[in-house]
T-cell receptor, first 118, second 117 residues
Framework: AQKVTQAQTEISVVEKEDVTLDCVYETRDTTYYLFWYKQPPSGELVFLIRRNSFDEQNEISGRYSWNFQKSTSSFNFTITASQVVDSAVYFCALSEDWTQGGSEKLVFGKGTKLTVNP | NAGVTQTPKFRVLKTGQSMTLLCAQDMNHEYMYWYRQDPGMGLRLIHYSVGEGTTAKGEVPDGYNVSRLKKQNFLLGLESAAPSQTSVYFC????????????????FGPGTRLTVL
C-alpha cells in the first residue's frame, strides 16, 4: 500500500536559516507522482510542486528547492533563507497513476509544522 | 474564476442531525474529491469521483455519502452526524489530461470546519 512518512512533526527555526523538510514514500508502482502542499495558518491548502517518478531532476523555485531521490524513496523540500511568512504546515503527498488500475487519489503524510521565528 | 468553493465555511451540528456540504468548481475538472483533516492525521480521502454520475469510496467512507449529479458539483452528505465526524473537510478537483493516465494537480477549496456536539 502507498504510504508517505514525514518524520518531522514540528520544526522551529530562526529567520534566514535554511530548513529541510523530509518526505519518504512507499509504493509498488513504477509510475507515480509526488506533491508538496503548504497549509498556512489561514487553513487553505496551497499547491507547491508536482513531480513524476521518471523525472529525478532537482527543482528550484526562488527560495524553494526539492530533492527527489528514487534510490532512497525520498522527496525532500528545502527552504533557503527562511522567512516568517514560511510558517505553515507542509504536506507531502503521493499519487498513483490510474492507468495501472489504481484509484485516483492522493495519500498524504501527516505534515510538518514549520515555525519561523523573527 | 473562483476555483474550488465550499459551502458552508463553518457548521455546528448536534449528534444525529444531517447535513450536506457543497463543493463547486468552475475549472471544468473531471475529478473531484472529499478529504477530512484531523489533528495529527494529515488528510484522508473520504470519497471521490472520476466524472459526472460516478463516485467511489476512499480510505474513510463510513458515515458519508456523496453525489455528483453535475460535473461542477460534488456533494458530501452526513445522514446522522456523530462526534467522530468533527473535522475540517476539504474538497479538491483535478483535470484529466488528454491521452489518459496522467494524474494532474489537485486544487483544494478553503475547507469547511464541522463540529458535531
Amino acid at each position: 500500500a502507498q504510504k508517505v512518512t514525514q518524520a518531522q512533526t514540528e520544526i522551529s527555526v530562526v529567520e534566514k536559516e535554511d530548513v529541510t523538510l523530509d518526505c519518504v514514500y512507499e509504493t509498488r508502482d513504477t509510475t507515480y507522482y509526488l506533491f508538496w502542499y503548504k497549509q498556512p495558518p489561514s487553513g487553505e491548502l496551497v499547491f507547491l510542486i508536482r513531480r513524476n517518478s521518471f523525472d529525478e531532476q532537482n527543482e528550484i523555485s526562488g527560495r524553494y528547492s526539492w530533492n527527489f531521490q528514487k534510490s532512497t524513496s525520498s522527496f525532500n523540500f528545502t527552504i533557503t533563507a527562511s522567512q516568517v511568512v514560511d510558517s505553515a504546515v507542509y504536506f507531502c503527498a503521493l499519487s498513483e497513476d490510474w492507468t495501472q488500475g489504481g484509484s485516483e487519489k492522493l495519500v498524504f503524510g501527516k505534515g510538518t509544522k514549520l515555525t519561523v521565528n523573527p | 474564476n473562483a476555483g474550488v468553493t465550499q459551502t458552508p465555511k463553518f457548521r455546528v451540528l448536534k449528534t444525529g442531525q444531517s447535513m450536506t456540504l457543497l463543493c463547486a468548481q468552475d475549472m471544468n475538472h473531471e475529478y473531484m474529491y472529499w478529504y477530512r483533516q484531523d489533528p495529527g492525521m494529515g488528510l484522508r480521502l473520504i470519497h471521490y469521483s472520476v466524472g459526472e454520475g460516478t463516485t467511489a469510496k476512499g480510505e474513510v467512507p463510513d458515515g458519508y455519502n456523496v453525489s455528483r449529479l453535475k460535473k461542477q458539483n460534488f456533494l458530501l452528505g452526513l445522514e446522522s452526524a456523530a462526534p467522530s465526524q468533527t473535522s475540517v473537510y476539504f474538497c479538491a478537483s483535478s483535470p484529466r489530461t488528454s491521452g489518459g493516465g496522467r494524474i494532474d494537480t489537485q486544487y483544494f477549496g478553503p475547507g469547511t470546519r464541522l463540529t458535531v456536539l
